[in-house]
């Protein structure tokens, strides 16, 4: 087949959605099919910023909401305009990764599947960026629905979402929960020392490493509350952070208030490959998620890639976390903001290092049986096939 994988949200970007997107490819592709990406970047820079990205904070500053509904408006003109100029490649398939972009595939006449990574309309009231009760959010809403109903075939990336579409449209998905490329995210722990001395750390230091976008829902505020009860145990510690977002001046006020400036780290948004390399230095991965304005947590890729990457993993208890990690046995589950079992989390496996190696082994041996992209990527060709 030759498929189309489209989004109106820039590609590449540090995020999950554009992660799935790339290994979604990756595991399309050594099945043999041909894939293309078009995204919102594929947009000419000027257009972005005169016609979308400018008109949308302006309308903002008028009514909180009123610019992201532009945003998307414009978005999905702009994607329904580039699928439309590439349509001579003959896809036979889009696989569409959010509900205005499915908008624009159905305009082009192209059989269209819808990929549901969240509840768009949630998560935008959790960022602040939508105004909870208000008609764009019944405008959005209805986006959703329109675009599930209007989709050949619907896959979400967990069994909640799967939940979530039924009951908002009506309609069956399917749940193809989220991968990994299980070549790229693998064990690499003999480079800790070549790593950390790269990046300036010591042998002796205790890194725990967030790989999280900085928002409100990844309840990245947390690591760092706990930071100070975990330096009185062991004041070698640093938390490193690779990612950008709304909540890192809310994390800079934290840091100043508790003096933590020498054991903080804030990498913003950086390049995937080497957010491997963190997870090799790293001695313990948190991905400390929490319920934000009705949005929890799906198959949280950073959680994947801790998994199969070696790190002992600890993670919140909601979502689909709840569904990837074994408590005990291949990472440890936490109740989301509370701090104090958070610290005492991190201080055992730091007290007690050949179980927090346990359960990285087994969580290795999970993503390669249940988290393969190439074992997704089968899963998606079958739905695929079906749409047609």
Avoid at 34 to 56: C, E, H, N, T
Avoid at 188 to 195: A, Q, S, T, V
Avoid at 290 to 302: D, F, L, M, P, R
Avoid at 311 to 334: F, M, R, T, W, Y
Wanted: aromatic share 8%.
């Amino acid at each position: 087949m030759k498929i189309l994988l489209a989004t109106a949200y820039d590609y590449p970007h540090a995020g999950g959605l554009s992660t799935h997107v790339t290994t979604l490819k990756a595991g399309l592709e050594e099945l043999g099919h041909q894939v293309d990406i078009l995204s919102f970047s594929d947009v000419p820079a000027w257009k972005r910023k005169a016609l979308a990205q400018g008109p949308s904070f302006l309308l903002n500053k008028f009514k909180k909401g009123k610019g992201i509904v532009w945003s998307h408006k414009m978005r999905r003109k702009f994607l329904q305009g580039l699928i439309e100029a590439n349509k001579q490649k003959g896809y036979d398939l889009i696989n569409a990764q959010d509900p205005f972009t499915v908008l624009a595939a159905l305009a082009t006449g192209i059989p269209t599947v819808a990929t549901v990574h969240g509840y768009m309309t949630f998560e935008s009231i959790s960022k602040g960026s939508l105004l909870e009760n208000s008609p764009e959010e019944e405008y959005m809403k209805d986006i959703e629905v329109q675009a599930y109903r209007g989709a050949r075939k619907v896959i979400t990336v967990d069994q909640r979402l799967k939940e979530y579409v039924k009951e908002v449209s009506g309609i069956d998905a399917t749940a193809v929960r989220n991968f990994i490329d299980i070549h790229q995210f693998k064990p690499n722990k003999e480079k800790k020392h070549e790593y950390r001395k790269k990046y300036g750390l010591s042998a002796d230091d205790r890194v725990l490493f967030v790989p999280r976008r900085l928002t409100r829902k990844n309840g990245v505020i947390y690591p760092a509350l706990a930071l100070p009860e975990v330096l009185k145990e062991f004041p070698q510690t640093k938390l490193i952070y690779a990612g950008s977002g709304e909540a890192l001046d809310e994390l800079k006020e934290i840091v100043e208030e508790n003096r933590l400036n020498d054991h903080v780290v804030f990498l913003g948004a950086i390049p995937h490959d080497q957010i491997k390399e963190f997870y090799a230095l790293s001695d313990v991965v948190l991905v400390p998620s929490v319920h934000s304005a009705g949005v929890e947590e799906a198959t949280s890729i950073s959680a994947l890639e801790a998994m199969g990457s070696g790190s002992p993993l600890i993670a919140s208890a909601v979502g689909g976390l709840k569904e990837i990690v074994n408590h005990q046995e291949d990472g440890l589950l936490v109740e989301e903001k509370n701090i104090k079992e958070l610290v005492e989390s991190i201080v055992y496996l730091f007290q007690h290092p050949e179980k927090g190696e346990e359960f990285a082994a087994k969580a290795r041996q999970k993503i390669e049986s249940e988290y393969s992209h190439i074992s997704a990527a089968k899963k998606y060709e079958s739905v695929y096939l079906k749409a047609l």
